[in-house]
């Protein structure tokens, strides 16, 4: 299976900062045929369902702030919050969806400095 | 408005059966492949299974963790997805959620609309 790596754990971070996570993959989840990396990023609060920010690495979904951002290849790859809201305190999660079993980063929580 | 409503959690004991409820509204159903992620407490999300649309034979696929003793449906004309539990765990614990895929009759592998979960305890 692919494992889906996420760093740090935690990220305490100001607001107005940045924030930056990173998921690195085992395996490449890159497709050639496509010119597409298998890769989605969710953001999860409590008591609350999975939310879609980006998927195809770097494509925000729609009403996703213009503050979230993809980026990366192959098997590294960050989501960066520009400047931190209050309401973006929150579990991260990556997933790769390029090969069964579809596989989750272990998450990483931001919360405020 | 896109819905999905789990039901049918609850306590079980361990070896026991439980089946799930996705029922969804807003959508055409049968157009979009369904999935199931978990999210045991104080621990991240996991991957659990998902059905395809009937143009791709209602095919599922399932985590390691639970193949064999779970078992995905759906019923199209209802706009239902279950989740069939059998020889439940004490680490299958988690509250469950059902996702809508993003890609309509094929899928892509993630899911644009959720349900708000329904928790699942399994004592031992």
């Known amino acids: 299976d692919f494992v889906m790596t996420q760093s740090p754990d935690s990220l305490p971070v100001s607001l107005g900062e940045r924030a930056t996570i990173n998921c690195k993959s085992s395996?490449?989840?890159?497709?050639?045929?496509?010119?597409?990396?298998?890769l989605a990023w969710y953001q999860k609060k409590p008591g609350q369902p999975p939310k879609l920010l980006i998927y195809?690495?770097?494509t925000r979904e729609s009403g996703v702030p213009d503050r979230f951002s993809g980026s990366g290849s192959g098997t590294d790859f960050t989501l960066t919050i520009s400047s931190l809201q209050a309401e973006d305190v929150a579990a991260y999660y990556c997933?790769?969806?390029?090969?069964?079993?579809?596989?989750f980063g272990q998450g990483t929580k931001l919360e405020i400095k | 408005e896109v819905q999905l409503v789990e039901s049918g959690g609850g306590l079980v004991q361990a070896g026991r059966s439980l089946r799930l409820s996705c029922t969804t509204s807003?959508?055409?159903?049968?157009?979009?492949?369904v999935a199931w992620v978990r999210q045991a407490p104080g621990k991240g999300l996991e991957w659990v299974g998902l059905?395809?649309?009937?143009?791709?034979?209602?095919?599922?696929d399932y985590a390691a963790s639970v193949k064999g003793r779970f078992s995905i449906s759906r019923d199209d004309s209802k706009g239902i997805a279950y989740l069939e539990m059998n020889s439940l765990k004490s680490e299958d614990t988690a509250v469950y959620f059902c996702?809508?895929?993003?890609?309509?009759?094929?899928?892509?592998?993630?899911?644009?609309?959720w349900g708000q979960g329904t928790p699942v305890t399994v004592s031992s």
């Open positions: 996702g809508k895929d993003s890609l309509s009759i094929a899928w892509y592998g993630f899911c644009d609309y």
């Open positions: 807003g959508f055409t159903f049968g157009d979009y492949a």
């Open positions: 059905i395809r649309t009937k143009p791709y034979g209602e095919t599922k």
């Open positions: 395996q490449s989840v890159f497709y050639s045929s496509t010119n597409k990396n298998y």
């Open positions: 195809w690495a770097s």
């Open positions: 997933q790769q969806y390029i090969k069964l079993p579809y596989t």
